[in-house]
């Protein structure tokens, strides 16, 4: 399966501003985009998964009709193309 199935799988797992860490685990890192205007933040992680470590910190983003993670330091780059990655209030819970 591709990651842009995966991504669409995942759409809607943001609810009341929380997700399920088993979901969180899934979804497909943004690293590029044809157009970064058409991302859509969802909100802000920082969350380090109990069992295997791993450090979530940056943001769920939707794009193309999918869901997924950006890291930290792209929305910093990003920040000086697209202002809308540097004022991101919303954080989104992850439940265990």
């Known amino acids: ?3 842009g ?7 809607s797992s943001v609810q009341n501003d929380s ?3 088993s979901v969180l685990t899934k979804i497909p890192e943004l ?3 044809s157009d970064w205007k058409a ?6 992680l920082d969350y380090v998964s109990p069992r295997t470590k791993i450090v979530y910190n ?3 983003v939707r794009y193309g009709g999918g869901m997924y993670y950006i890291r930290r330091k792209v929305a910093e780059a990003l920040g000086d193309i697209d202002k809308r990655f540097k004022s991101v209030r919303r954080l ?5």
């Not at 199935?5 to 995942?10: L, Q, R, V, W």
């Not at 991302?39 to 802000?44: A, F, H, K, R, W």
């Open 1 to 3: 399966m591709d990651r």
């Open 5 to 11: 199935s995966i991504a669409k799988m995942y759409y």
């Open 19 to 21: 997700i399920d860490a």
């Open 31 to 33: 690293v590029t985009c």
């Open 39 to 44: 991302v859509e933040i969802v909100g802000g």
């Open 58 to 60: 940056g943001y769920l």
């Open 92 to 96: 989104i819970m992850v439940i265990s």
